[in-house]
């Protein structure tokens, strides 16, 4: 009955994905670190699933660090410069939080920070991040995908022209991996971060992929886990989870990127067909197939959101804290949005499951909703 | 509507009978917000909870704290939950207006803003949205409806001691035909033995007494944070003659009737009388000053909708804690009525709200009755 339209945020666990790790979970229990037969077939595991990961990626397994999520893997390249010193560090304005934060607490820390703004269509140039570069700078650190507006930064240019100039990059490519070819071969970083829930794969479950060579900080001490980079028992279920989910994308990257581009294009063509003054945010270019971000003029997006769910329609707006209160976005502030037309900003994501009777049934709601809360007065 | 009707549809009970209603909780993750919601889906109303996040996040009442233990609160009831940010409102039209009649030498009571704009202008504009037939609180309080007029009133809860239609006269009729309170039968005691009889996890919470942004209750501090002017305008203490006896930091630190924290000696005790704001005066006197024999209220609002059309007996409420003096009412234009207290009233004090009950009470053993209130001028 309800109509999921919030898949940036997560994604449903693929029925493939449940299967592999319901296996996994049941059959396979051994510690991967034990030298037994139930250690060394728990140890197979994982080390399939690297291999799922790194060809899904266009890396080398032996790149490839499994960790808890794309948070902990932006977090240990980030708080790894504090191992080096004193320095510099380049990212954008629209960065998540556990790439943002972590820069926030360098720059207290004493390192110094560049945030490269992005334009009105929230997207970089190659050229204003080489320009921001010091002959001190340690690492230039960028989102690919943005997770609000779904724009794409040109990252091939960028990942060219840093490697050309010899400076270190580091891609929080978890928006994009499953929406977006994500080819290591073509873009040449140095670390790369994904979360396997944002790809039909399970929470908790990610990896870190650093080029052989390239610096790297234990996060977690204490074991010899993942070559010491990361300490503790594997999570094997999530690890096998996440790599059934890689090599889906593999095989279906393209047909899904034109399934979900026409799924987004009729719900766009729908609102501005239905609901009126409707704007969308972010380059419609450079933009993930899935996501939609759109301002309803004269609507609070708060109050658009808990209508629809009421109704059965799940979106997001902005960027909530932990007990649900919404503020306005940085990223479409960033974008040059007030704050007002931020608030009436919501954000619309398809993925699998959504159908075209979804669609069609969301925009009307949508359309019934939005006249509602413009004929209830100003927001 | 497709997606409407499926909703619809699973809300029919067995029977087939129709959708139950919609309604919305405002819920502030205390024990008596908990318990309302859990009495309305008791009875099969669809229940919305909603927590109004108000101040910033250190505050009490507001804090996300409270927000999560509403949303725990809902989760056991099964009902969906939501947080509702009123935050720059709050800050415009509560806490700014706050600090101002304080700048002003007045004794503000933000709470009736805050009850009559939040709890009921915006969230009734979202249960409209939401398309909910009202707003339910845990305000202790009573609504009736007169047969004869078919007028909503509003009255005293059966718990006196706990008794919130002080911050509540500004109600209108529309407001007061679409709010439940479903607490007005029942005693505070009543209220936490039932909480705990249906596991809710705030029946014991402790009591929030203090303004919910003021935490530590030191006010003259929000106001500085606010204002930072206020703590360069001290002044003169004066007594009833123009006799300097003292100086002051802020007329903003003192309320009408304050005896202490003066910091003047005195063979007599000496209490705040007066506060002027233009001359940054704190005027002070002796007990016998205190009383006042009436009092000027404006922006008066009747809960009927209309003035009475000539002078009537009440029961005037003059502080939040306060028994009620009888005075009668002398009703004058422009949403002004002129109080006369049968017998002197002490630290009648600008900037609080007058509240007039019905005196004889009609019908008391439905609580006495809320006939409008203002507030109090200097």
């Known amino acids: 009955m309800r109509i999921y339209l919030d898949h940036n945020a997560t994604t449903p666990v693929r029925a493939e994905v449940v299967q592999a790790m319901t296996q996994t979970l ?206 503790g028992t594997e999570n094997v279920a999530g690890i096998v989870g996440f790599g059934r989910a890689c090599a889906l994308v593999s095989e279906e990257l393209a047909e899904r990127m034109l399934e979900y581009a026409r799924l987004r294009d009729r719900l766009w063509e729908g609102l501005e067909a239905k609901v009126g003054e409707v704007r969308r945010n972010g380059s419609v270019e450079h933009m993930l197939p899935n996501t939609l971000n759109v301002e309803f003029l004269g609507t609070a997006g708060e109050v658009l959101l808990q209508a629809l769910d009421l109704e059965g329609v799940a979106v997001s707006a902005g960027a909530a804290c932990h007990s649900g209160s919404i503020s306005p976005s940085h990223v479409l502030s960033a974008m040059g949005l007030s704050p007002e037309q931020a608030r009436s900003s919501l954000r619309i994501s398809v993925g699998h499951g959504v159908d075209t009777g979804q669609i069609d049934a969301a925009v009307d709601l949508f359309g019934e909703l939005v006249a509602r809360i413009r004929r209830a007065g100003p927001a | 509507m497709t997606v409407l009707e499926p909703a619809r549809e699973e809300a029919r009970d067995e029977a087939g009978a129709p959708a139950s209603p919609r309604i919305i909780v405002a819920m502030s993750g205390g024990v008596d917000s908990s318990l309302a919601a859990a009495l309305l889906t008791e009875e099969s109303f669809e229940v919305v909870g909603v927590t109004m996040h108000l101040a910033g996040d250190a505050s009490r009442c507001c804090s996300l704290e409270d927000a999560d233990d509403a949303r725990r609160v809902a989760e056991n009831l099964g009902i969906r939950f939501y947080v509702a940010n009123y935050t720059s409102e709050f800050q415009r039209e509560v806490i700014d207006v706050f600090a101002d009649e304080y700048l002003a030498g007045r004794t503000p009571i933000p709470c009736v803003a805050c009850n009559k704009r939040f709890k009921f202008d915006y969230l009734m504009e979202r249960a409209e949205i939401f398309q909910a037939k009202g707003v339910a609180t845990g305000h202790y309080a009573r609504i009736s409806r007169d047969p004869a007029s078919g007028l909503f009133e509003l009255r005293r809860p059966r718990d006196l001691q706990k008794d919130q239609t002080y911050f509540l006269f500004q109600l209108d009729q529309a407001q007061l035909s679409k709010t439940f309170f479903p607490l007005g039968e029942l005693t505070k005691e009543e209220v936490r033995e039932r909480a705990r009889g249906l596991g809710l996890g705030t029946a014991d919470k402790p009591e929030s007494q203090e303004i919910c942004f003021v935490p530590g209750g030191d006010y003259a501090e929000v106001v500085e944070t606010i204002r930072p002017e206020a703590a360069q305008r001290g002044g003169e203490i004066v007594n009833g003659q123009g006799l300097v006896m003292g100086r002051h930091p802020g007329i903003h630190r003192f309320t009408v009737g304050q005896r202490h924290g003066l910091g003047i000696s005195s063979s007599e005790r000496l209490y705040v009388i007066r506060l002027d704001a233009e001359a940054r005066q704190v005027v002070v006197g002796p007990e016998s000053e205190l009383a006042a024999e009436g009092a000027e209220v404006s922006e008066v609002h009747w809960i009927a909708g209309a003035p009475p059309r000539q002078p009537i007996r009440a029961k005037v409420q003059i502080r939040y804690r306060h028994g009620g003096a009888l005075a009668t009412l002398y009703p004058l234009p422009q949403d002004t009525v002129r109080v006369e207290f049968d017998e002197p009233v002490k630290a009648v004090s600008p900037g609080q709200a007058a509240v007039f009950y019905e005196a004889p009470p009609s019908d008391g053993d439905r609580g006495e009755r809320v006939l409008g209130g203002g507030w109090i001028r200097g």
């Open chain 1, 26 to 231: 049941t059959d396979v229990y051994g510690n991967p670190s034990s030298g037994h037969a139930e250690g060394d077939a728990a140890r197979a595991r994982i080390e399939a699933a690297r291999d799922a990961v790194a060809r899904c990626l266009g890396a080398s397994p032996s790149w490839v660090y499994f960790t808890a999520g794309a948070s902990e893997a932006n977090n240990a390249v980030l708080m790894g410069l504090l191992e080096e010193g004193p320095g510099h560090l380049v990212t954008s304005n629209v960065e998540h939080p556990s790439v943002e934060e972590p820069a926030a607490r360098l720059e207290s820390a004493g390192m110094q920070v560049t945030r490269v703004p992005v334009d009105e269509e929230g997207l970089l140039t190659p050229e204003a991040i080489f320009a921001a570069l010091r002959p001190d700078t340690r690492l230039v650190s960028l989102i690919w995908a943005n997770n609000e507006t779904g724009v794409v930064q040109p990252m091939e240019a960028i990942a060219e022209g840093l490697a050309s100039r010899g400076v270190r990059l580091h891609v929080d490519a978890t928006q994009a991996l499953g929406k977006w070819p994500v080819d290591l071969s073509r873009v040449p970083a140095d670390y790369l971060s994904c979360s396997a829930h944002k790809l039909g794969g399970p929470k908790g479950s990610g990896c870190l992929v650093a080029r052989a060579g390239t610096p790297l900080h234990p996060l977690i001490r204490g074991g010899p886990q993942e070559r010491r980079v990361r300490g």
